[in-house]
């Protein structure tokens, strides 16, 4: 830490000024960008099914990942900015977002849809445990913003959750 306030891995020109003190911003800044890599990790794979879904139904899944896909890649700009206004650096390449996501990606060949709406559901499912999580230490170092934000992206997620999981509950059909 510094008397001027700044985090000392940030260089000097991106050490946006906040009265929140460089521990607080450091534990934020780490938590939140574990968030976005997960974020990327998970709009990809939404779109690989996106891409990738054969059935009967497949204008209904391909629709629906589609709107999840796009929920999940706003909220990543919204949280890498803010975590620019409280002086903290962010996701700067896909090699970044490899180091830090917790969420793992998918390459196989062919999912079956049923299985593609499983593995989203528990993806999704730590992706809201980690949000929640992160509102906590939000709280725990002052940063009532980025808790607030994070709230809106968790409810988000929430959402996503309960489409997967109803969708689930229909065996082969989405109807
Ligand atoms: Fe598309």
């Known amino acids: 830490m510094t008397s001027t306030g700044k985090t000392p891995s ?3 020109q991106l050490a946006t000024p906040t009265d929140l003190k460089p521990g ?3 534990a934020v800044t780490a938590a939140v960008n574990r968030l976005i890599a997960d974020g990327f990790a998970l709009y990809v794979k939404t779109k690989n099914f996106h891409w990738h879904v054969a059935s009967s ?3 209904d899944y391909h629709l629906l990942l589609d709107e999840q896909a796009d929920a999940i890649f706003n909220s ?3 949280l890498a900015e803010r975590i620019r206004r409280i002086g903290g650096t962010t996701i700067r390449s896909v090699s970044h977002i490899g180091q830090l996501q917790t969420i793992k990606d998918d390459n196989d060949d062919f999912v079956l849809p049923e299985e593609m709406i499983l593995r989203l559901i528990a993806d999704n499912r730590q992706l809201a445990e980690n949000q929640r999580a992160a509102i ?3 709280d725990q ?3 009532t913003p980025t808790g607030n934000i994070l709230q809106d992206i968790l409810d988000q997620t ?3 959750i309960w489409f997967l999981h109803a969708v689930s509950q229909g ?3 989405m109807e």
């Open 57 to 59: 139904h497949f204008r």
């Open 136 to 138: 906590e230490l939000c």
């Open 141 to 143: 170092n002052r940063d």
């Open 24 to 26: 607080e911003v450091k």
């Open 76 to 78: 990543i700009d919204v």
């Open 171 to 173: 065996g082969h059909s």
């Open 158 to 160: 929430e959402k996503r």
């Open 10 to 12: 940030v260089p000097t």
